[in-house]
């Protein structure tokens, strides 16, 4: 196999511009009766019960799903420009998100009917909280040495073990976890785990927060004992999640929240700068819009090839590597460029309080949802070295 | 290598490489020979004369088409002056004046030249680091006049030439133009930065093809080459190195193909259309500078050798950051128009596209 990487030349329909024009309004609105700052990350809570509910009732949740469970059917290119508004903007997206991205789409494939029926209109609605149970103390990034235990018992099964890292936890209804049916056998190292839905009420789980260093609380231990979980929460084959994993990805990994994360971050360096900046002022900025110009066309590619079918696991890697790198710096590439700014220049506080923020989390950019060595190992198995 | 693509005319220009401008091949001539027979085939595909109009002599393809094959033209280091000449056709057709049935070059390339037609007709000024100035015939020169912009066909046997051995070895020169008459001179409405920003589309498209090219090669060394008795690519640091080199691939492909795209569509160059030219120009030239340095890591000592390919596709992606405005230009006016735009109306020009 010889390295083909393939970048199709996507432009979003005139449909996603119409939508967008609507986002931005929505979005407008809710800046303006106080829902949240998007010029102060650190500050409020990233999620919002109520915002989350309003989201759902424009139907920007689920928007890609059939229409019977909630959804409305619309492409995943529209789904783009409603994550890329909402990110930039620094929306609290936080209560829905998961459960839109990834939880959503694993339930749509290999859910039973009658829970697909139950819990995916609730999700459209902006009503659900999910978290991603993958990470345990001693299974981070090789998540097939996942070793929480799920023992098979009349008409279910009990978890006994814990989950860490788990995002949201603390605020979620319900968790995608994956727990250990079997032993590992020698041929195949990663059989012997499977997919569950768990209801995170379930008597038995304990939710012990963790603090991150830069003061927010996002994730959580999650602690399972004897916590029960019903056979139809069973999600695809038993021992055999493996096997799942799965063009999702692909979508976690190329969405422009890859690179937008601190957005805040150029729009306060560019009212730093002002109308006319120096030359090396000017040099800097210049470079940044390059670079992320250069890596939302590659997002938009990406989406656009997978709406079409197509199957860009590489491409999808390569986003969020080069993104997450790219995000990772900017907070210090920005301080830099702002180092001879006059001290008095208006928007001063901001952006020192912005830098501060975002240079707090830039080295979490690198491990969330994949890590850099993780994904250039999957780069380098799609180029053939594996 | 993509073997085959939605587009004839790139399809047509990869058979002519393969068979006449095979970079092995190329690399151990011992003189020039193979130059003839490459030309002649590819000017009777039509290809140095695509963006000429039929009625100007030329084949009348599409932006498109000529950007397509540009690309292809990167993936063969390709060492004669199709870019060029699609330049300098395009340049004269625009202006109305017929394209001679020669190999051509386009002036100036570096920002700061100037080249003007003075009122008794004939030239002043001269034009650095021309590429191909000591092969090509005929010069398509943009020049100003006391009544604006003016387009000028000038025999390159009427100039003198300043041969400049740049990083690449295409035939630079520096032109001097002082007191040369052109065959011919018409007034054009294509102005410096339109000259400028579609030659640095060309340059970002030729770099991108030759970063493919890169990779492809390295990847297969890495999984030929024993060192430890092991595949050197089977090592996770040379793994990690090639993830980077892809990313790189991965960028310069994307953005120089996103503003081939844009430039083939726009009426003029606006900010939209300014943000993907540029930024073609700037994010290759950085692709083609980490990634000539980490395809040289893989190769070794072999890869620094002239006998060996890789320095066709590295030298020429190096030097083809300098043509057409280099990427620090092109990011402080880049940085000069979205500082001028102001915050607000930042998101919304990077969302346009």
Redo the contacts between chains.
Sequence with gaps: M??????D?I?LPPECEAL?EDVRAFLAEEIAAGTFDPYRPGHGDSHSREFSRRVGAKGWIGMTWPKKYGGRERSFLERYVVT??FR?ANAPVRLHFVADRQSGPVLLKYAPEHVKQDILPRICRGELCFVIGMSEPNSGSDLFAANTKATKVDGGFRINGSKIWTSNAHIADYMLGLFRTSAPTKENRRHGLTQFLVDMKTPGITVNPIYQMSGQHDFNEVVFDDAFVPDDHVLGEIDGAWKQATSELAYERSGPERFLET?YV???L??A?????D?R???????L??????????SV?VAGMLRAGKEPV??GS??K??GTIWEQKLPHRVRELTAFVAPETGNRETLDEQLAFATMIAPKLTIQGGTT?I???I??R????? | ??EGSDNLVADAAARIFADLADPQIVNRAKDGGWKAPLWTALTEAGLPLAWVPDALGGSGATIHDGFAVLGVAGRHALAVPLAETLLAGWLLARAGIAAPATAMTVAPVRLHDRVTLRADGTLGGSAAAVPFAVEAEHVAVLADSANGPVVALVATRDCRLTPRHGIADDGGATIAFDGVTPLKHAPTTIDRDALMLTGSVARALQTAGAL?AI??MS??Y??ERVAFERKI??F?A???N???L??E???A???S??AA?ALAQAGEIDDAVF??A??AK??CA?AAQEGAAIAHQVFGAIGFTKEHVLHRFTLRMLAWRDDFGN??H???????R???R??DD??PL??S?
Excluded: C, Y
């Design positions: 010889t390295a083909n990487l393939q970048f030349q432009r967008r890329e508004e930039v957005f150029m729009l306060e560019i009212r700068l002002g109308p006319e900046p030359l002022g000017a040099e800097g900025l210049g470079r819009v390059a670079q992320l110009h250069t890596l939302r066309r590659m590619s590489v491409e390569l986003v590597d080069l060595e994904l250039r190992g780069i380098a799609g180029l053939g070295l594996r | 290598m993509a493919e990779l492809t990847v297969a890495a999984n690519g089977k996770q040379v793994q990690q090639l993830a980077r892809a990313g691939v991965a960028a492909l994307a953005v193909g996103s795209d943000l993907e540029a930024s700037i994010r950085e990427e620090s092109w990011a402080a006016e880049l940085g000069r979205v500082a001028a102001g915050a930042f998101w990077v969302a596209r």
